[in-house]
């Protein structure tokens, strides 16, 4: 059975409680709890993804020797807030040309796309909605809705800039999906699964442990990993699909209001997502640097801390990464994809297939001090 | 001693690596990663040191070895059983060979940093010469016929490129294409011969195949009429015969001297010629059970003489070599045909220690005055001291000269052959062997001096010229020849100093564990005969019981069972056995006659060259010369007959046949026929066939139509609805 | 309690629902969506049975290899699509019956 | 409980959403139908226990094949156009008409009658086997299954894939004339 934040609550006594609040009904309880959860952390990265807007602004603001927002709120800390309000109170237009099922459609299915990655996203080893054994791979199926939400927004919104945008954005994605996935599974090959469990289990302990450390294929997939989520995520330098420069605003050049605003938020919260799946596969994930035989809750909750901390640096790279480099022409897109990014991808997974082989699993810091579990 | 393959496998895996990144991003290193090469063989060097080390000198019986093997793959199911294992098998052969491999190709390598310097093709260079020595410590490390396969082709690949390395050439790129293609026809029987040994057994592993020998497994079974050992042997030794150069498969060698002089020296001494040998030695218990040594022995003996007999007409330097080559080569067959087991091993390393040196010191030659035929060169002595001084040890070596390693290991071939021609009551015709052996031993010691006399002796051509025509004149192989100073040797780590290691290990003690080398004089107390005791042929009943018992196992035997403490106790060739007398005698005679012979081809070249006493052999038989001269016509054999007369001739016949006799009787005949057949036919196609059953059958057709039509619509919707109308009114008919 | 019969029958209505596209649709591309609907009842019968029937994994290694066969259906089959579009600037299915007469 | 929640809303999203399919009028809707099909399909397969088939199925199907199908939509206008054809249930349009919905509906209801009939032969001789209701992980055995009993297969189906690359590859090359 796959372990959830339900069957983690379950060993300790104030579950028992909780059932006897509840009338002994198992299932409304684990049906509360989930709510719960998920609402929380539905609400914890909206609102990651709207301090995203902020950070952005602030940290560019930053790099050019700017001031950035500095109105609402302390430092406009708030102004992601003053945003919202803004695109709520805009009126909602629907192009006269446009396919409407479509284009109400497709912002949603960005959200869903986006959110349902969430459930799998290991906040911490307790605190994971669902730590399912095909974790990972459930990750990239599902946050591949956001391409066909792309693909859709630019077809229905019938206007060539959106058109192109989607077009662009579909292709990118699908592209970029595969380098990324081999990456990924040089990673579940190290690990011996899929699951976010199985895979942080086995970077606990010291920063030797983590799996971008563990051997020189998983230190250059992991980079491979980070250059082709900024490419799937559609973030600069491989920001195409919604080149100011060239297509206005890309595939939802034509969207206002809340409708628009789902597809940044989308955006953002995925970049949070790819950063934080980073994090988890790469970094150590939540694991704190010392093995402590107990667990309690305040334990998870630094857990989370620490995850989060990891996930949000990425982001700040990614952030950094925009406002230094210039964008890349379409040839070159394709071509770092399939030509660099796929072929170094496929020889890392061999490469660690063949570590594995001749040094059962051990890492370079396990061969050197000549330790090992 | 625990071995794990961590402690082997860099023999073979740190040359690979050299070669992935020279390959790679060579062009980015510094020097092309030459360095890259030669730190990734010392590292092989290290490594087969330290087994050598273990095999030789410690405490392990002297039947011991490591034998690991991992499952490649396995595609079994049920009772149908398919899986083929790879692994390593390192016994006391192996380990020698693995250092003589790699000690020679470690030098070899640094000699060619010297040599290749500036070239055009040094990036490309260093890219082979890495994978080419990693293909042969491969191959040695080999437990199975199917990986020692696939290292052999690799090393064939290599070959190809080195040979052709200068490929704007075309004459190298043709030597290259021949060297290849010669090959290959060996490489089919031997690709064949491994089929029909997996066929039988159901494994290709030299333990497998031994221990079936010993169970009988090849015994009673047929192929094509002859027994199933004989063939599987046959082709076998037909695939050690096109790579090392036998007979009817040597004409690839001689022209495999267009590649650059180290590559040649890695290809002749230490690695492609002798894994012909070497698989011959490791199939031996085969060769015995097929019953073919006699085959293999006149094989020998023949490339041993004729090769010798050419050599000694080539004006070239490396041709001499490559045809002395082809000769020991010889030598080294006829040592496996006579069953001179351990003497034909020996000849192995000796060779390629010698060999490597002459082929290094003419490549020292050729570097220094950019001249390599011998007619031009000569008074070279003053200039290159070092590699005089390496090359004429190496000559006496290869002549059978006393106190040298050639002596020691020939001459117990020669031994053993004369043995088997004349003691041991085999076929009288078989005496062939040891008389065109002992013929050639004479003609090598003859040739090998003519070369040195006209190299380092006589007066100075070259520097004659030099004065006489100035500066600026080509030679035909386009190098700016005589216009070259003659530089003063000087010791140089790279280039003189590997040729003098090499000199050192002509010495025959290295090798016999005494001075004389046949057994007589045990000096320093050093271990007598280390070569005979360590090196025997496989005894396969030993293999029974091994092959049964899982591999990963092997290993952890009791390793002290026979230590090699009897070193010191046995030595000569008495027994009480009454051949062993024998053989004694063989070899006593042996002995003296080829210190006879070679000292008389010396005194001969002697006179000849430096005396001028006696004319040279070109004016004596010039129409023997010419034949020499002409390599016994065998490429024209080849070319112009098997392939022009045989082929053409027959592409004559069969266009002649075409021609004259199918198409003027059988076609113009048939027309004749048909014409008259037709005026028949096209009444009746008229009157029946047009009017009744084409029209006839067009009206037919038409009421058909008017039905069928509505089902060929073509739309391929309808046809699916059809389908599935058709599927349900079957199963509606189904009664369950 | 959820039954095999009521897998059975989602996946024959989806049958049934595909069948349906492939003949109704005149569009080549309708068609192979309605393939592709087939080609899930199949593999959802699989996996039912192999839940509900045997005791391995069979089910679901085939399957996997009717979606394998799925994408190399549809990739190909798209392509051959778009080929025709470009030839007759359709992609009317009455248009592709050149081999009748 | 959960699972026959997620069974309802599952069957509920397949069979509604593949009726949908079939009588969407435009294609592009259709296919975004199609899309909500697989992942119904998906979630079937996940109430059956089979992750990793769930997962594969919305990774090729959603990641790969509806995007494939929507870019050919894209590319062939998918307009309504009536043929030019003059034969049996020629003069439709691309989507069909009632005519053509009429005539596949005749198909279907033959094909669930003669399928029921079968099943109702076969329902009674089928094992009833005590179905327990932990889902294990399939992930290792499918992957046993695939290198061990299945591998020729698995080794076929790439060299299929690969066939269907480079052919949809050379088909769809538009060609020089």
């Avoid at chain 4, 046993?144 to 299929?160: G, I, M, N, T, Y």
């Amino acid at each position: 059975m796959n372990q959830t934040v339900v069957s983690y609550l379950a060993q300790y006594e104030f579950f028992d409680s909780l059932l006897a609040l509840f009338g002994g009904n198992q299932g409304l309880l684990t049906f509360v709890i989930f709510m719960i959860f998920c609402l929380a952390i539905v609400g914890m990265c909206a609102t990651i993804g709207g301090l995203g807007t902020y950070a952005e602004r602030k940290i560019s603001a930053d790099i050019q020797a700017r001031i950035g927002p500095n109105r609402v709120g302390p430092y406009g800390i708030l102004q992601f807030l003053a945003d919202g309000v803004k695109m709520m109170t805009k009126e909602d237009v629907m192009p006269f040309s446009a396919d409407k099922f479509l284009f109400y459609l497709a912002p949603m299915l960005a959200l869903v796309g986006v959110f349902a990655t969430l459930a799998v996203l290991p906040f911490s080893t307790g605190f994971t909605l669902s730590d399912m054994n095909v974790g990972i791979f459930y990750l990239i199926a599902i946050s591949s809705l956001v391409g066909v939400s792309v693909f859709l927004g630019g077809y229905a919104s019938n206007s060539k800039w959106s058109m192109l945008g989607g077009m662009r954005g579909a292709s990118q994605i699908i592209s970029y999906e595969i380098p990324v996935t081999i990456s990924i599974l040089a990673i579940t090959l190290l690990a011996g699964g899929m699951g976010f469990g199985t895979i942080s289990a086995h970077q606990r302990g010291l920063p030797t442990n983590w799996f971008i450390f563990h051997n020189p294929f998983s230190f250059i997939a992991f980079f491979v990993y980070f250059v082709g989520a900024l490419a799937e995520t559609n973030r600069a330098p491989f920001d195409l699909p919604e080149a100011e420069s060239e297509l206005v605003s890309g595939y939802h050049t034509e969207y206002t209001g809340m409708r628009f605003g789902f597809f940044a938020l989308a955006e953002y919260i995925e970049v949070f997502v790819v950063c934080g799946v980073g994090a988890a596969l790469f970094l150590g994930g939540s694991n704190l640097p010392v093995d402590l035989s107990f667990d309690i809750i305040p334990l998870q909750l630094v857990e989370v801390v620490i995850f989060m901390t990891k996930a949000l640096l990425l982001y700040y790279v990614v952030i950094w990464i925009r406002w230094t480099f210039p964008r890349l022409r379409v040839d070159q897109l394709m071509s770092i994809c399939w030509k660099y990014l796929t072929p170094i991808a496929i020889f890392n997974l061999v490469g660690c297939a063949i570590w594995v082989v001749l040094f059962n699993g051990k890492s370079v810091a396990q061969l050197l001090m000549g330790g090992g579990h | 001693m625990q071995y794990t393959v961590g402690s082997i496998a860099p023999i073979f895996l740190a040359p690979v690596i050299a070669f992935i990144i020279n390959a790679f991003f060579g062009r980015k290193l510094p020097r092309n990663g030459d360095w890259l090469a030669v730190l990734s063989i010392f590292v092989s060097f290290v490594f087969s040191a330290r087994i050598f080390g273990d095999f030789v000198f410690g405490q392990f019986a002297t039947d011991y070895y490591i034998h690991k093997t991992f499952n490649w793959f396995d595609l079994s199911f049920g009772t149908h059983i398919f899986k083929v294992d790879m692994g390593i098998y390192i016994d006391n052969m192996a380990a020698i060979m693995l250092l003589m491999v790699s000690g020679i190709a470690f030098l070899i390598h640094l000699f060619s940093t010297w040599y290749m310097d500036h070239d055009s093709k040094h990036g490309r260079f260093f890219v082979f010469l890495p994978l080419f020595t990693s293909a042969m410590l491969g191959l040695v490390l080999s437990d199975n016929l199917l990986s020692m396969f696939m290292f052999w082709e690799v090393m064939g690949f290599c070959s190809y490129s080195l040979i052709g390395i200068y490929n704007e050439k075309e004459k190298a790129g043709d030597a290259s294409l021949k060297a290849f293609m010669t090959t290959r026809v060996g490489d089919v029987f031997l690709l064949l011969g491994m089929v029909a040994i997996w066929m039988v057994i159901g494994s290709v592993s030299y333990v497998d195949i031994y221990s079936a020998i010993a169970q009988g497994k090849f015994d009673g079974q047929m192929v094509l009429g002859i027994s199933f050992a004989t063939f599987t042997a046959i082709c076998i030794f037909l695939g050690a015969m096109g790579k090392s150069a036998q007979f009817p498969l040597h004409v690839w060698l001689p022209d495999a001297m267009m590649g650059p002089t180290p590559g040649s020296a890695l290809i002749h001494a230490a690695t492609m010629v002798t894994a012909g040998v070497w698989l011959s030695l490791r199939m031996y218990p085969l060769m015995v059970l097929g019953d073919i040594t006699w085959f293999i022995a006149v094989i020998g003996a023949i490339t041993a003489f004729g090769a010798a007999t050419i050599a000694m007409v080539q004006t070239d330097i490396k041709a001499v070599l490559a045809y002395s080559t082809l000769s020991q080569l010889g030598y080294m067959m006829i040592g496996v045909g006579v069953g001179s087991y351990n003497a034909a091993f020996m000849h192995v390393i000796t060779h390629a220690f010698f060999k490597a040196c002459l082929f290094l010191s003419a490549g020292s030659i050729i570097h220094s005055v950019h001249e390599q035929e011998m007619p031009k060169l000569g008074g070279l002595k003053k200039y290159l001291p070092y590699t005089h001084f390496s090359m004429m040890c190496c000559t006496l070596a290869i002549a059978g000269i006393p106190f040298f390693s050639g002596f020691v290991s020939k001459d117990r071939i020669l031994g053993d052959a004369l043995y088997y021609g004349f003691m041991s009551g085999q076929n009288p015709l078989l005496a062939i062997v040891p008389i065109l052996g002992f013929a050639g031993a004479g003609l090598t010691a003859f040739y090998m001096f003519r070369m040195m006399f006209l190299t380092f002796y006589g007066e100075n051509k070259m520097h004659h010229d030099d004065h006489g025509h100035g500066h600026g004149h080509k030679d035909s192989h386009g190098h700016e020849a005589h216009g070259h100073d003659i530089h003063q040797e000087h010791l140089d780590f790279r280039s003189n100093v590997p040729l003098l290691i090499l000199a050192v290990f002509t010495l025959g003690f290295w090798f016999a564990g005494n001075v004389a080398g046949q057994g007589f004089g045990n000096m320093f107390g050093a271990k007598n005969e280390w070569f005979k005791i360590l090196v025997e042929a496989p005894k396969v009943e030993k293999f029974v019981e091994r092959a049964n018992q899982p591999f990963g196992s092997v290993d952890s035997r009791d390793t002290t069972e026979l230590p090699k403490a009897q070193y010191h106790h046995q030595s000569g060739y008495a027994g009480p056995n009454p051949d062993d007398h024998k053989l004694h005698t063989a070899h006593v005679v042996g002995a003296g006659l080829s210190i006879v012979i070679a000292f008389l081809g010396v005194l001969i070249a002697f006179l000849m060259y430096i005396r001028k006493s006696i004319k040279p052999l070109a004016s004596t038989f010039p129409g023997i010369t010419a034949l020499l001269k002409a390599k016994y016509n065998f490429d024209h054999f080849y070319v112009d007959v098997l392939i022009k007369q045989g082929l053409f001739g027959l592409n004559r016949f069969l266009a002649w046949f075409d021609m004259g006799v199918y198409d003027r009787f059988a076609i113009d005949g048939m027309a004749t026929v048909n014409r008259v057949i037709f005026k028949a036919s096209k009444w009746f196609d008229n009157v029946v066939i047009d009017a009744i059953g084409v029209d006839g059958t067009g009206v037919a057709v038409n009421l058909f139509n008017l039905v069928l039509r509505i089902f060929q619509s073509g739309k391929i919707q309808f046809y699916f609805i059809m389908l599935v109308m058709v599927l349900a009114s079957y199963i509606w008919t189904l009664n369950i | 309690m959820i039954s095999l019969t009521s897998y059975l029958l989602i996946s024959l209505f989806l049958f049934v629902l595909g069948l349906v596209v492939m003949i109704a649709r005149k569009n080549i591309v309708a068609i192979l969506l309605g393939i592709e609907l087939i080609l899930n009842a199949a593999a959802l019968n699989f996996v039912a049975y192999s839940r509900y029937v045997t005791n391995n994994l069979d089910g679901h290694v085939f399957s996997l290899f009717i979606i394998v066969v799925a994408a190399a259906e549809a990739a190909v089959g798209l392509a051959i699509v778009i080929r025709f579009f470009q030839i007759k600037e359709s992609t009317h299915i009455d248009e592709a019956t050149q081999l009748r007469n | 409980m959960f699972l026959q929640v997620l069974f309802l809303l599952s069957a509920t999203l397949t069979i509604g959403c593949g009726i949908a399919v079939a009588v969407t009028r435009n294609l592009m809707h259709s296919c975004v139908f199609l899309l909500g099909t697989l992942i119904g399909i998906a979630g079937l397969y996940a109430t059956l226990g089979a992750d990793f088939v769930a997962v594969t199925q919305i990774m090729v199907y959603v990641g790969g094949i509806v995007i494939l199908m929507l870019f050919a939509v894209m590319l062939t206008g998918g307009k309504d156009f009536v043929s030019r054809a003059q034969n049996l249930l020629g003069l439709a349009p691309s989507m069909g008409n009632k005519w053509t919905f009429a005539l596949s509906g005749l198909v279907g209801v033959v094909f669930i009658l003669t399928n029921v009939k079968l099943l109702m032969s076969v329902a009674s001789s089928l094992p009833t086997k005590e179905i327990n209701n932990e889902l294990p992980s399939t992930v290792n055995e499918i992957g046993h299954l695939l290198v061990k009993d299945h591998v020729l297969a698995f080794e076929l189906s790439s060299v299929l894939l690969l066939g269907a690359l480079v052919g949809a590859a050379i088909i769809a090359r538009p060609r020089k004339q």
